[in-house]
């Protein structure tokens, strides 16, 4: 019988909870992993959304030259080339969605100028993305496949395109 308790309280004693110190020093690491770990992800996320507008700038390049083997001429407004309206937006996917969508990333437009035998795509960022791609600011490619950039604060041509 003895022995019986003599294990029991044992076996209680090796029963313990984490101190309260312990408790501290994870959550601190986990606060410096997220801390390094977070800006990263917000980076990788802004990349993407640029990456989603390259391709509808991509699509809309491909419509053009359709369009002027078509047309002998580019066509200077995006509803020619099958969009709902002159310019458009995207949703972080890429996908159209109306331009007072709160789920816009880019609205999608031909510059000023644009005619039958030149044009420049324009993706203008919007909401968090302006605020979040500053350095690379408005993605423009001409009709001879020039990239560029404007409105940008630091960004160059190859980090951003």
């Known amino acids: 019988m003895r022995d ?3 294990a029991a309280a044992k076996a209680q004693e090796r029963i313990r909870g984490f101190t309260l ?3 501290m020093m994870v959550i601190t ?4 992993l997220a801390a390094i770990a977070f800006p990263g992800y917000q980076q990788y996320v802004t990349r993407t959304k640029r990456g989603a507008a390259k ?8 419509r053009q030259a359709q369009y002027y083997v078509d047309n002998k001429g580019f066509a200077t407004d995006l509803a020619d080339l099958g969009w ?5 937006a995207i949703d972080r996917g890429g996908k159209e969605v109306a331009t007072t969508s709160g789920d816009r990333t880019y609205v999608i437009g031909l510059a000023d100028g644009a005619s039958a035998t030149a044009f420049t795509v324009e993706a203008v960022p919007q909401l968090g993305q302006a605020t979040k791609d500053a350095k ?3 993605l423009t490619i001409t ?4 990239k560029g950039i404007k409105d940008a604060s630091g960004g160059t041509v190859t980090d951003c395109w």
Do not use: K, N, Y
């Not at 391709?55 to 491909?62: A, F, L």
């Open 136 to 138: 690379c600011g408005t």
């Open 21 to 23: 110190i312990e408790l």
């Open 143 to 146: 009709h001879t496949g020039v």
């Open 29 to 32: 690491i986990i606060g410096i």
């Open 55 to 62: 391709s509808v700038i991509v699509q809309v390049m491909d």
């Open 4 to 6: 019986q308790v003599r």
């Open 84 to 88: 709902g309206a002159s310019t458009f």
